[in-house]
């Protein structure tokens, strides 16, 4: 039981390029989140979903796309990444019903 | 006006002292409390969950929650070096996720001293 993984953990871009986040869990969880964390900011929600092939806007969508094809699986993509989307990004997943969230270990992305 | 408050620090202790981490909040409508602890460099961990008012204790970790003060705890006895890390409160209304799912802290910098 690996729980949530992200791939890849750091990447480094160049302005305009693209990029997709990969999120994975295996526990069976109806909803999958992603945010990012920049130092004084906290933890803010890009998108999330509350079911295969759904998603949904969280507080900062903005230059983000999402997919969630797979139960398991909830894609984050940059279509043209920007240096103020330099951050580092956290997939979780959480059960029906229930409150709480288990996070991923991170993806750090730097866009130069 | 934010949600909820939750000093940075850095907040730093001898070893073996009792740290007390704390969350203020304004929305009268949360119900389920959550802390995380965050390591450098790592995902945040779900630490303790409580529901409602009251107190949960989990080895050297206690919860506590008032919601007739909108203020929440985590008290961490005997405290370790590996305790240092960010701690961030999370708390819900309880409507089932999405993206009334949860609301973070922006976490408090603990560091103990060897």
């Known amino acids: 039981n690996a729980g949530v993984t992200q791939t890849p953990k750091f990447r480094v871009l160049k302005t305009g390029q693209s990029m997709t986040l990969l999120c994975a869990q295996d526990?069976?969880?109806?909803?999958m989140y992603w945010y990012r964390q920049d130092p004084g900011m906290g933890l803010r929600l890009i998108h999330y979903?509350?079911?295969?092939?759904?998603?949904a806007k969280g507080e900062v969508p903005d230059g983000y796309n999402v997919s969630r094809l797979k139960k398991q699986n909830f894609l984050l993509g940059l279509e043209s990444a920007a240096p103020s989307q330099t951050s580092v990004y956290f997939c979780?997943?959480?059960?029906?019903?229930?409150?709480?969230?288990?996070f991923g270990p991170g993806t750090r992305l730097l866009v130069l | 006006q934010k949600e909820v408050e939750q000093d940075p620090g850095p907040l730093s202790v001898p070893e073996g002292a009792i740290v007390s981490l704390n969350c203020t909040y304004s929305?009268?409508?949360?119900?389920?409390f959550m802390w995380y602890r965050q390591y450098s460099r790592k995902g945040p961990e779900l630490l303790m969950y409580?529901?409602?008012?009251g107190n949960k204790e989990d080895g050297r970790f206690t919860a506590q929650v008032d919601k007739s003060s909108k203020y929440i705890s985590l008290f961490i006895r005997d405290s370790q070096p590996s305790d240092s890390a960010t701690y961030l409160c999370?708390?819900?209304?309880?409507?089932?996720?999405?993206?009334?799912?949860?609301?973070f802290g922006k976490g408090t910098h603990l560091i103990i001293q060897p």
């Open positions: 979780a997943s959480g059960q029906l019903a229930r409150e709480t969230q288990y």
């Open positions: 526990m069976n969880h109806e909803y």
């Open positions: 979903s509350v079911g295969e092939g759904t998603t």
């Open positions: 929305n009268s409508a949360f119900q389920y």
């Open positions: 409580t529901y409602s008012s």
């Open positions: 999370a708390m819900s209304e309880g409507k089932g996720g999405g993206a009334d799912g949860l609301t």
